[in-house]
């Protein structure tokens, strides 16, 4: 709220005006905590599929040895 106000309104502009900039902080940290959940995941997700495309090499690997060891017996 903006201009001048006499009196109980002007402390009521107040505390109205600094209970908006405290929301409006609150606001901002919640959206920075959402930024960086967000991040996170992405970086659980590219770990993972990391992780899930080495473990599909090394199955493929003993698939081939296990086909080798065959041929050889």
């Known amino acids: 709220?903006?201009?001048d106000r006499p009196g109980d309104f002007a402390a009521l502009?107040?505390?109205?005006?600094?209970?908006?900039?405290?929301?409006?902080?609150?606001?901002?940290?919640?959206?920075l905590a959402a930024d960086?959940?967000?991040?996170?995941?992405?970086?659980?997700?590219?770990?993972s599929q990391g992780v899930a495309d080495g473990a599909a090499q090394q199955a493929s690997a003993l698939q081939e040895i296990s086909s080798s060891l065959e041929q050889m017996s």
């Open 13 to 31: 502009k107040e505390a109205i005006n600094t209970a908006a900039e405290t929301i409006d902080r609150g606001l901002s940290q919640v959206a």
């Open 1 to 3: 709220m903006t201009g």
């Open 36 to 47: 960086q959940v967000t991040s996170a995941a992405q970086e659980i997700n590219n770990s």
